[in-house]
């Protein structure tokens, strides 16, 4: 189904994990694709991947560090020139630098926050003036559920994600008159690169806490990105979509 047929999606974060399912089905469902992320090789292989069929719709890989404004401004201008607008934002970028607070360094506390929190500010902000003028847009921020349940050791991770539900929640009220919607997921376990540090009995007692038993797939928080773009959810905005089996509820 192409439901986003003639549609333009910018993603962060789009070369690995979330990210990268997100791209992947927005592909797959019509829309054309900038991807962005600092990894040229894995950039490569999914342009590679998505694009090796006659389609209509691309997927275009913006090498880019989301922490710098001119970045940022340099790839949604090189989107407009060539796309002419952007349909929906989805900010996926994310780091961890885990360590109990006591301990934490301020680069480490700094670098989450600008990569997690301050690039979405510098997203947002660029995509709004196109947004406003077509009077649309589908704007997804993808939290997690340690931003609304905290977790030990993740004080600056924490941080940053509770600060994207409420940025996202003041924007929703800021431009909900003008057809745009600010929505955010928040996945809690999922089978990422993230999560591969959980092995053996870590990984059953995270288990233990999770009602469905098993940690979540990319696919699945992708599954939930299409509904909050798609115009079946033209009247949610400001809302936290909680993707996570049951972990807080």
Do not use: W
Request: charged share 20%.
């Amino acid at each position: 189904m192409n439901i986003f047929a003639n549609q333009v999606a910018f993603i962060t974060g789009a070369t690995a994990g979330i990210g990268r399912a997100i791209a992947m089905l927005f592909h797959e469902h019509g829309a054309s694709v900038v991807a962005l992320g600092t990894n040229k090789e894995r950039g490569e292989s999914l342009t590679h991947e998505t694009n090796n069929h006659e389609t209509n719709n691309k997927v275009v890989f913006m090498q880019a560090d989301v922490s710098s404004k001119e970045a940022v401004d340099s790839c949604i201008s090189q989107t407009l020139d060539r796309f002419k607008k952007i349909d929906i934002l989805i900010n996926c970028a994310g780091i961890t630098r885990d360590g109990l607070l006591m301990k934490m360094k301020e680069e480490d506390f700094d670098r989450v926050l600008d990569i997690n929190l301050k690039s979405c500010f510098y997203t947002c902000q660029a995509v709004l003036r196109p947004m406003l003028q077509a009077k649309q847009g589908r704007i997804i921020n993808v939290s997690s559920v340690v931003g609304v349940m905290g977790n030990p050791g993740q004080t600056n991770y924490a941080a940053s994600k509770a600060g994207l539900i409420g940025f996202s929640k003041s924007l929703a009220k800021e431009v909900a008159s003008r057809g745009i919607t600010v929505n955010c997921i928040a996945p809690g376990f999922i089978e990422t690169n993230m999560t591969d540090f959980l092995q053996g009995e870590k990984r059953e007692k995270v288990l233990e806490h999770i009602p469905m038993k098993r940690m979540g797939t990319p696919q699945e928080v992708g599954a939930c990105a299409l509904f909050l773009a798609s115009p079946q959810a033209s009247y949610i905005t400001g809302q936290v979509l909680t993707v996570d089996g049951g972990l807080h509820m």
